[in-house]
């Protein structure tokens, strides 16, 4: 089970930090990502870490201002998310490979296991 939390209401400029806990198993050794959707399009790749939290990327549209993190003792993953811009607005969902590994992490396909989402919207 992945639980998504920090969601909320901001203004441009600002910030917040989204976290995914994991419960009912361990995925503290397994890659974990972050996707986003907005109505009527297909989930969209934000970021990924590998198990161990020394390898991130990031898509281009959030480089520069989101970062992901982990703390393997917890099982929770976060993402800071700064200078958030309106098109930042969607529903952000985090998600565990099938495999520890994941080759890239850009594609949801990739992904096995996807916690409920949480809302973030961003007001200009």
């Known amino acids: 089970q992945l639980q998504a939390s920090g969601g909320g209401l901001v203004q441009a400029g600002g910030s917040l930090r989204l976290s995914c806990a994991a419960s009912?198993?361990?995925?503290?050794?397994?890659?974990r990502g972050w996707f986003r959707q907005t109505p009527g399009k297909e989930r969209e790749f934000v970021a990924v870490?590998?198990?161990?939290?020394?390898?991130?990327r990031y898509s281009d549209s959030v480089k520069g201002r989101f970062t992901i993190s982990r703390n393997r003792d917890e099982d929770t993953v976060y993402l800071q998310m700064n200078s958030l811009k309106a098109e930042d607005t969607a529903v952000y969902y985090c998600?565990?490979?099938?495999?520890?590994?994941?080759?890239?992490?850009?594609?949801?396909?990739?992904?096995?296991?996807w916690g409920q989402g949480t809302q973030v919207t961003v007001s200009s």
């Open positions: 998600a565990v490979p099938g495999r520890p590994y994941v080759s890239g992490g850009y594609q949801s396909t990739q992904y096995q296991y």
């Open positions: 009912g198993g361990t995925f503290s050794n397994y890659a």
């Open positions: 870490i590998n198990w161990y939290g020394s390898a991130t």
